[in-house]
C-alpha cells in the first residue's frame, strides 16, 4: 500500500509575481484553442484539407468532430490518472512542462498538413488537443496554492481575463497578417500552425519562471503506473467524505455540456440563422473575448464576496437569458421593427446579444474552476482537478454529439433551446451542494492511511 501524500502548507498568498506567471498560462494557451480548435485551423481543415466531396463537407465536419471526440475521451481516461501520480510525487510542474512541449511541438507541425493529408491532420489535431487539454488540468490544480479560498474567485477570474486578451492578441494578429482559411490562401494560412506554437512557447514563459512547486514528494520506488491505479481508486473511495465536490462535479457535466454546445456552434449559429456579414462576424469575435474577459474577472471579485456556489448559479442564469437572445434574435429583430417602425439588421441585435454570452462564458468557466479549488484538499489538488478536466472533457463530447444529433430532426434554431434545458438541469443538481461543508471536508481532510 503507498503511503500519504504530504504537502507544505500553502501561504496565505502567492506573490503577485507568482500568480502572474500562472495566469500567463492562461493567457499563452488561448492561442491554441482559438487558432486551432475555433477560429481558423478547423475551417481550414474542414473547407481545404478535407473539402466538399459532394456532400456538402458532411465528411469533413464529422471528421473534425472525431478528432475531437477521440482527444477528450483520452482526456478523460487519463486526466484523473496523471494527477494522482502529480500528487503522489510533487510533479505537477513536471507534467505541466510535458503538456506544453508536446502542445507546442505537435501544433507546430500542422504547418505540414497540405490539402488531401487527411490522416496526418486528424492525428496531429487529436494529438495537440489531447496535450493541451491535459495542461488545462494541470494549471488548473495549482490553484488552491495561490491563495486562501476567500480569495480564490478573483484569482481564478484574473486567468480567464488575461487568457481571453492572449485570445484576442493572438487571433486578432491572425486573422489581419495570415488571411482567411481558402485553398487560394493556403501558403499564409498554413502558418497559423507555427504561430500558435510560437506565441504558447514565448507566453507561457513566465509560468515555468515564476510557478513554484509546493508539494512534497513521497520516496518510492513504486511505478507511475501502480501510483496512478492505487491513488485513483483510494480516491473513488474517499470521494464519500466528498459528497459536495461529488454532486458538483456531475452538475458542471450538465453546464459545461451546454458551453462546448455555444463554443462549438455560436459562430456557426451567426451564418447559417443569423446570416450575419463577415464584418459583423470579426466584429462578435471582438466582442465575445473583451465581454468574456470582463465578466471572468468581475465575478471573479463578486463569488468572494457572496460565494462561489451562489455565483455558479448566477452565471448559470445569465446563460439561460443568453440562450434564449440568442434564439429569439430574429423574432426579436422583426418584432421591435414593426412595433417602432425601425430597420435594424438581426446580425445587428445579435451583436448585443453577444455582450450577454461573452459575460456568460468567462463568468461561468471562472466560478467553476474556482469551486473546485475550494472543494479541493491540497495534497489531492492535481487529483481532483483531473476529475475536473474529465467532467469538461466528457461534456463537450455529450453536449456536441446531442446538439448534432437534434439539429437534424428540428433545425440549429430550436436546437440551441438544448441548452436552457442543461443549465436548468445544472441548476437544479448544484442546489443540493453545501459550500460551507465542501469546504470544511478540504480543510479537515486526513486519508484512511492517515487516519491509523
Not at 482559411?181 to 513566465?206: M, Q
Not at 501510483?227 to 457535466?253: G, N
Not at 473575448?289 to 451562489?310: C, E, H, N, S, W
Not at 439561460?320 to 439588421?345: D, K, Y
Request: net charge positive; aromatic share 14%.
Amino acid at each position: 500500500m503507498l503511503p500519504a501524500t504530504t504537502a507544505t502548507v500553502a501561504p496565505s498568498y502567492a506573490s503577485r509575481r507568482e500568480i502572474f506567471g500562472w495566469a500567463m498560462f492562461d493567457f499563452a494557451n488561448q492561442a491554441y484553442t482559438l487558432l486551432i480548435i475555433t477560429v481558423v485551423f478547423g475551417e481550414l481543415f474542414t473547407t481545404v484539407i478535407v473539402g466538399d466531396r459532394g456532400d456538402g463537407f458532411r465528411l469533413a465536419n464529422f471528421l473534425w468532430s472525431l478528432a475531437l471526440a477521440i482527444s477528450y475521451l483520452m482526456v478523460v481516461l487519463t486526466a484523473p490518472l496523471c494527477g494522482a501520480v502529480m500528487d503522489y510525487r510533487a510533479e505537477k510542474k513536471r507534467f505541466l512542462l510535458i503538456s506544453y512541449l508536446a502542445t507546442v511541438a505537435t501544433t507546430a507541425m500542422l504547418y505540414f498538413v497540405e490539402p488531401g493529408f487527411i490522416v496526418v491532420g486528424l492525428l496531429l489535431i487529436v494529438l495537440s488537443n489531447y496535450a493541451y487539454s491535459m495542461g488545462e488540468s494541470f494549471i488548473a490544480a495549482f490553484l488552491p496554492e495561490l491563495g486562501p479560498p476567500d480569495a480564490l474567485g478573483k484569482i481564478s477570474g484574473f486567468g480567464w481575463a488575461l487568457g481571453y486578451i492572449g485570445g484576442l492578441f493572438a487571433a486578432g494578429f491572425t486573422l489581419v497578417v495570415l488571411g482567411e482559411a481558402t485553398l487560394d490562401n493556403f501558403e499564409r494560412i498554413r502558418w497559423v500552425g507555427p504561430f500558435a506554437a510560437g506565441f504558447f512557447l514565448l507566453a507561457a514563459i513566465p509560468t515555468f519562471l515564476w510557478l513554484k512547486e509546493r508539494g512534497v514528494p513521497q520516496p518510492s520506488g513504486v511505478a507511475y503506473r501502480r501510483i496512478a491505479q492505487q491513488r485513483v481508486l483510494a480516491t473513488l473511495h474517499e470521494l464519500r467524505y466528498f459528497k459536495d465536490l461529488s454532486v458538483f462535479l456531475v452538475s458542471l457535466l450538465f453546464s459545461m455540456a451546454g458551453v462546448y454546445i455555444i463554443i462549438a456552434f455560436a459562430f456557426i449559429y451567426g451564418a447559417q440563422v443569423i446570416g450575419w456579414d463577415e464584418s459583423v462576424r470579426n466584429i462578435m469575435f471582438i466582442i465575445v473575448q473583451v465581454t468574456a474577459a470582463a465578466g471572468a474577472l468581475g465575478f471573479g471579485f463578486i463569488q468572494d464576496k457572496l460565494g462561489a456556489k451562489r455565483t455558479y448559479l448566477m452565471t448559470l442564469a445569465l446563460w439561460i437569458t443568453a440562450i434564449v437572445a440568442i434564439w429569439a434574435t430574429p423574432e426579436l429583430t422583426t418584432w421591435v421593427n414593426s412595433r417602432f417602425g425601425w430597420q435594424w439588421q438581426s446580425q445587428y441585435v445579435f451583436l448585443v446579444v453577444g455582450c450577454l454570452a461573452g459575460l456568460s462564458l468567462g463568468s461561468s468557466q471562472s466560478a467553476s474552476r474556482a469551486l473546485v479549488g475550494l472543494f479541493s484538499p491540497l495534497a489531492k489538488s492535481a487529483e481532483f482537478f483531473g476529475f475536473w478536466g474529465l467532467a469538461n472533457k466528457l461534456a463537450g463530447v455529450l453536449g456536441i454529439v446531442m446538439l448534432g444529433v437534434l439539429q437534424t430532426l428540428i433545425g440549429l434554431q430550436a436546437s440551441i433551446l438544448l441548452c436552457v434545458g442543461l443549465f436548468i438541469v445544472a441548476m437544479l443538481i448544484c442546489a443540493g451542494v453545501n459550500e460551507r461543508r465542501g469546504r470544511e471536508a478540504a480543510v479537515a481532510w486526513k486519508s484512511e492511511e492517515q487516519s491509523r
